[in-house]
């Protein structure tokens, strides 16, 4: 799997637009979650869990890149009893951005997969999302905003996509007295991934 998991690796920097420093802060990333593997019985938080066992024993091949190209939405999956702002991944890849019942100078999305953040808890599935995220978007709501409507994170999976790691991030900032209402939905047809 270790073989695997650093092609894909070399795959998912290749394909994005990244700065030096994010490409060297996902390779330590990458680095830590190699030297510490998936989460096993040996740490004690994980003592009556064995992540890496029950991975390898359901996910054949499991693949840490998709090679799927974009398709389109079926919006049939959309809730359509209220108005809401929608943030939509698609096989792991963000497929749509809705603010429009917003004040776009209140509410900034913004997609920078240049993340340059060090952790001081060493956590072998955060440095493992951190090295491999494909699909990142950070959500500011600025000062005394309260969304109009609430928002909606779809996250649905195709039955075309099988035995893949799903790597995406989405960070909310809540700048002081500002408020929203988020509801995080999940629509999976898919076999056999580690999401």
Not at 83 to 109: A, M, R
Not at 123 to 151: C, G, H, Q, W
């Amino acid at each position: 799997m270790i073989e695997q998991l650093k092609i894909d690796f070399d795959k998912i920097v290749g394909s994005l637009k990244l700065s030096n420093e994010g490409i060297e802060s996902r390779k330590k990333n990458f680095n830590q979650f190699v030297e510490n593997g998936f989460p096993n019985k040996k740490i004690e938080d994980w003592k009556f869990s064995d992540l890496s066992k029950i991975i390898s024993s359901n996910i054949e091949n499991l693949r840490f890149h998709s090679d799927l190209k974009p398709s389109q939405i079926d919006e049939a999956i959309f809730i359509d009893k209220f108005l809401h702002n929608k943030i939509v991944f698609l096989n792991g890849t963000i497929s749509k951005v809705d603010f429009s019942h917003e004040d776009e100078t209140k509410v900034l999305p913004t997609r920078d997969l240049n993340q340059n953040e060090n952790f001081k808890e060493v956590n072998p599935l955060v440095s493992l999302n951190n090295a491999l995220t494909a699909s990142y978007i950070r959500l500011t709501v600025k000062e005394d905003y309260s969304l109009n409507k609430p928002l909606i994170i779809y996250n649905i999976t195709t039955r075309d996509l099988k035995s893949t790691a799903l790597n995406l991030k989405t960070d909310i900032v809540l700048e002081k007295n500002s408020s929203l209402k988020v509801i995080n939905l999940f629509d999976d047809n898919s076999e056999n991934n580690f999401m």
